[in-house]
């Protein structure tokens, strides 16, 4: 009786469930590891606004202080004035956050909230920020999910060893890494949409199997959840509505009208009070991010929308749209669509449209990521602004890499559709194909875990210790205009307002009739531009021309009310400008 017991359970380990459980602890044992070399070697602290942004927004929330933010945009000011009838732009006190999506942040308001305090001043070498790292562990945790799912997708699509590959080479995309120290919500949208798909596929499969009508029903409403949801972390991702409606209208055969319409209310339910809350602080559904088909057109080039105190939002017309949307689907279609994942297997799933699966439900669902593809294209090309110039790849607009996981469960498919066709002599040569397979395809990762390794500090233009200080001379209503408004906002805790597009007109405006500004913090952003040739072009009231102004002659402009300068910054390409000397106080100056 024992060694029968002892066979079962050795065949159990072999063959069934206890070798599906040894097959995941390898997996998570395996990610564990890249997630320890990676955040050893490649980990940087955070170089993108929108990370900074959102982390901010999540440390308000933790502290009780609901969805308002530090970091106040000048278009921000404008269109919440523009709203109200005693035409307050709400920065004297709190200023609400219409900028981000609500999600993201409610969920890294726990994360900050656990993460210690940390004094980088005092640190004698500073690396890593401890707030930085905590979001980004919190990431990889998501990605952990994500990599699970993918397992789970494959394993019910095509078999055990397709789904571990698949599992396998997404844990090893080095794409998916960078996202996960980013501090983006990208790896919570990929988590997101494998959910979203693994709806779909039991809606459609269930559609065809003759399921309850409570089944169907059910599926339906949780669809529209998690497309509301998406929609909810990232705005431009809401537009996922059109493809799984499409979906659902090719492929669903039973009460396909009723289904379609409860994915379509549960969508709209789910963004209706969002979008109320939005519709009564600025009159557009979602804020600033509503506008940014605007951003980076010849009207309004690089960040000039957002540093605009009143814009004259009349001067666009719809060739302009036109123009954006041609010149940048023509960018995406070439560049960003061949590379969406991060390794070639996109190649494999373009190979693997001519086939035919027999399972229906694998058929139909490639056609839903085609279809999704097809949708984001146009969308991504319209909502790129500053962000995508200033971090290509890893930033909030690259749309398409939500769906790579898809892409590479179908890609890693078609792979071993391909090995089946080619007699190997041996099963050692086909492990080797599989080895040679994940090798080549994680090859990106593998690289970047080899020395030589860079520096986590993002300086230029980001060093948090001299921000963090900064944030200690001002007081914790005091208001600072920066080219950095989110990292003296996440690193400093001061209210920071970003540069408007004049060092004269707009900042006297903000400054005499809305709050008084206590400080003026330029970086590198500002200081190395090609500010030379911009005043020899006639922006005379550029910050450009107010650095260049203030070099040349050593004082600040006549009538500008910060005079007193920290030197102790002018050696990094630094500007520090106060109202009075505050560094003085006995805190440490740099």
Known sequence: MFMLKVQELIH?????????????????????????????????????????????????????????TRLIRPFSMFLISRQRADKDPLIKKAHPDIMNAPVYPVL?????????????????????????????????????????????????????????????????????????????????????????????????????????????????????MLLGVIGLTRYSCAFLIVPAVAFMALFITRAKGSLIAIVITAFFLCLAPWVARNMMVTGVPFGVASYAPVEQTRIFPGDRLQRSLHPDLALMQMGEYTRKLVTNTREVITNDLPRMGGNWLWAFFLAGLLLRFRNPTLSRMRWFVVIAIITLIPVQALVRTQSWTASPDVNSENLLVVLSPLVLIFGTS??????DSVELPSNAMRYAAWTGFAAVMSLPLILSLLPPHGSPVSFPPYYPPYIQQIGRWLGPRDLIMTDVPAAVAW????????????????????????????????????????????????????????????????????GFPLKHANSSFFRDGQVLLMDYPRWRSGRKDF
């Open 491 to 558: 690193y400093g805790r001061s209210q920071a307002l970003a540069i408007t597009t004049t060092w004269k007109d707009e900042f006297t405006e903000i400054h005499d009739y809305q709050k008084p500004i206590r400080a003026l913090y330029l970086t590198p952003v500002t200081t190395e531009r090609k500010f030379l040739a911009n005043w020899m072009a006639g922006e005379k009231l550029g910050w450009e021309a107010f650095v260049l102004d203030t070099l040349t002659k050593e004082e600040v402009p006549t």
């Open 414 to 419: 078609v792979f071993f559709v391909l090995l």
């Open 12 to 68: 159990r380990f072999e063959v069934g469930s206890g070798a599906r459980a040894v097959r995941g602890l390898f997996l998570a044992c395996a990610f564990a590891t890249v997630a320890l070399l990676y955040d050893s070697f490649c980990f940087k602290n955070f170089s993108t606004e929108e990370a900074m942004d959102a982390a901010q927004l999540a440390r308000n929330i933790a502290d009780g202080e609901g969805f308002t």
């Open 108 to 224: 890294l308001a726990a994360v900050v909230k656990l993460t210690p305090a940390q004094d980088m001043v005092a640190e004698k070498s500073f690396s890593r920020a401890w707030g930085d790292l905590g979001i980004a562990i919190f990431n990889q945790m998501l990605l952990l999910i994500a990599l699970g799912l993918v397992y789970l997708l494959t394993r019910q699509w095509f078999d055990e060893w397709v789904a571990m590959i698949a599992a396998l080479l997404f844990g090893l995309t080095e794409l998916y890494w960078r996202f996960s120290v980013s501090g983006l919500s990208t790896n919570l949208l990929l988590v997101l949409v494998l959910l979203l798909a693994l709806c779909l596929a039991k809606l459609e499969a269930g559609s065809r199997a003759q399921a309850s009508r409570a089944r169907l029903v059910l599926l339906a409403l949780l669809t529209g």
